[in-house]
């Protein structure tokens, strides 16, 4: 079975890489788009994610790996929403930019880009190798 990758969205001053580091497991919740939700539902445990912050920086800071998953949402009383559960891995070496992302021609195609409001993105394993080598990984 292979490994799929992702992308997680986060506000940095309402949940942050250091505030994942300092907690060392956290519960990715509160995601009411569809399209997102299934993402959440797809991911299997071993499977890995870019960590973003969204709205400040705005810029890919570290990767994730799924340590949980299928589970209910906990923010919702009506038990529809999925979630799952994460571990830090690692910090980029350098974070890479939104901007830099778009300025890059093999990652036009990328989520990211082409649907920049989805807060949990399904990730090509090209996509992923070249945001790595664009961190110095």
């Known amino acids: 079975m292979?490994?799929?990758?992702?992308?997680?969205?986060?506000?940095?001053?309402?949940y942050s890489w250091d505030d994942l580091v300092t907690e060392g497991e956290?519960?990715?919740?509160?995601?009411?788009?569809?399209?997102?939700?299934?993402?959440?539902?797809?991911?299997?445990?071993?499977?890995?994610?870019?960590?973003?912050?969204?709205?400040?920086?705005?810029?890919?800071?570290?990767?994730?790996?799924i340590s949980v998953s299928g589970i209910p949402d906990p923010s919702d009383p009506e038990?529809?929403?999925?979630?799952?559960?994460?571990k830090p891995?690692?910090?980029?070496?350098?974070?890479?930019?939104l901007k830099a992302i778009k300025e890059n021609p093999a990652l036009v195609e990328m989520e990211l880009v082409r649907l920049s409001r989805l807060s949990v993105a399904e990730i090509q394993p090209t996509e992923w190798r070249e945001v790595l080598a664009m961190a110095g990984e």
């Open 26 to 65: 956290g519960t990715w919740d509160g995601v009411r788009n569809h399209r997102a939700a299934n993402n959440l539902r797809a991911m299997k445990v071993g499977d890995q994610a870019f960590f973003y912050h969204s709205n400040i920086g705005k810029e890919i800071v570290g990767i994730v790996e």
């Open 89 to 97: 891995v690692r910090k980029l070496a350098h974070p890479v930019t």
């Open 2 to 14: 292979s490994k799929s990758y992702w992308l997680m969205k986060s506000e940095p001053d309402a």
């Open 79 to 86: 038990g529809k929403w999925a979630a799952v559960k994460v």
